[in-house]
């Protein structure tokens, strides 16, 4: 098993920035594919972005390409999501999830077995 810690949410303006942490425990981090979830009120859990358990592939929803960046740090044992320019539509509980290695990043969240207990991002206008 994993343990899944996300940190790093908070309150901030439209326009600025904000980098979640996912701090891994237990079983060996790079036998696992992450990825960031994140859940708005009233809305269903959508899919943000992933890395490989090598860290040389990653991929994002397009709503968020070239403005978020995954990251992870094996001597850490952490993964990160960089969000620059944010928006009050990203107001969202962020997650983090741990799948099983693979060169494919799946989008849906049953691929995941592992979660963290979720960061709040809150984006104001």
């Known amino acids: 098993q994993v343990q899944l810690e996300e940190s790093g949410g908070g309150l901030v303006q439209a326009g600025g920035s904000l980098r979640l942490s996912c701090a891994a425990s237990?079983?060996?981090?790079?036998?696992?594919?992450m990825a960031w979830f994140r859940q708005a009120p009233g809305k269903e859990r959508e899919f943000v972005g992933g890395i490989t358990w090598s860290g040389g592939g990653t991929i994002y929803v397009d709503s968020v390409r070239g403005r978020f960046t995954i990251s992870r740090d094996y001597a850490k044992n952490t993964v990160y999501l960089q969000m620059n320019s944010l928006k009050p539509e990203e107001t969202a509980v962020y997650y983090c999830a741990a799948g099983a290695v693979s060169t494919f990043i799946y989008s849906q969240d049953g691929r995941y077995h592992y979660w963290g207990q979720g960061t709040q991002v809150t984006v104001s206008s």
């Open positions: 237990g079983r060996t981090f790079t036998t696992y594919n």
